[in-house]
């Protein structure tokens, strides 16, 4: 059995695509097999029922196309990847799907995030922009036709920038991810801080209009994080929550080592 990673590479590397306009989910599915339907669902986003080498995708019809496409790709990646099985998919879900120990769910995420954005030619497209934004970012993902969330996270898990992706709601952290080089020692608080933007962004609705500087200790837990600034950038997200982008552009926190006064030093 494939990979996530390698199973979507070699659907981009097999039709040729050398441009995210050239990525039809519903053509790839049709090809290896799976007719997807838009119909109403209740309690999922999107579902999988298959037998010997066909099956029905059958997705929640949505003002979205992000999601319509993600949810499709998902089950392509369920298909390819775990095929015996049958699916009821919250693949609207982000936070369940990363807190979950699912691993199908996992992995039909990581499949669906390579296929849509594939690196060769999504890393490209992060360098041409001008700025590290989420507004930049939005244009990203206007052109792969998926949502700034989605673009956001496969930014940190190709690891080519020291980002931190996260989302808050009033009361806790939801869901975060880093990149790869960004060490594990630095502990993200589970609560908004009042000194952060975020926590204006969800009182008041107002989105930040480009990356400011901040004191890392409204962020992280450590006790010596009052010695470090980062860029921070958030925008209101579903109902009631905050997405943000934290760039940590000094050097010298990406090479900080294990911190002896945190109890725990991994997430």
């Given at each position: ?76 990646g369920h298909w390819l990847l775990h095929r015996g099985q049958s699916f009821r998919c919250r693949t609207d879900d982000i936070e369940l799907n990363y807190t979950s ?51 956001a996270l496969r930014l940190a898990a190709i690891d080519t920038l020291p980002i931190i992706v996260a989302c808050y709601s009033s009361e806790k952290l939801l869901w ?92």
């Open positions: 059995m494939s990979d996530p990673i390698s199973s979507a590479e070699n659907l981009i590397s097999e039709f040729c695509i050398t441009d995210p306009k050239e990525i039809d989910v519903e053509a790839i599915a049709f090809d290896r097999g799976i007719e997807v339907v838009y119909d109403t669902l209740k309690g999922c986003e999107a579902t999988l029922v298959g037998y010997g080498q066909r099956a029905i995708a059958t997705v929640n019809p949505s003002p979205s196309r992000g999601r319509q496409r993600f949810s499709v790709s998902h089950e392509i120990n699912n691993n199908f769910e996992k992995e039909a995420d990581e499949f669906a995030s390579n296929l849509l954005m594939p690196r060769p030619i999504f890393l490209p497209a992060i360098k041409s922009t001008k700025h590290l934004g989420l507004s930049d970012l939005q244009l990203v993902a206007n052109d792969f036709q998926v949502s700034l969330q989605a673009i975060y991810r880093r990149a790869q080089h960004v060490p594990n020692r630095w502990w993200l608080k589970s609560c908004l801080d009042e000194d952060t933007f975020a926590y204006d962004v969800l009182r008041n609705g107002k989105a930040s209009t480009h990356p400011r500087k901040q004191s890392a200790d409204a962020w992280f837990e450590n006790d010596d994080s009052d010695e470090y600034d980062l860029f921070e950038q958030s925008l209101p997200s579903l109902s009631g929550q905050v997405l943000v982008l934290l760039y940590l552009d000094d050097p010298e926190m990406c090479a900080a080592g294990f911190d002896p006064n945190l109890r725990i030093n991994k997430r």
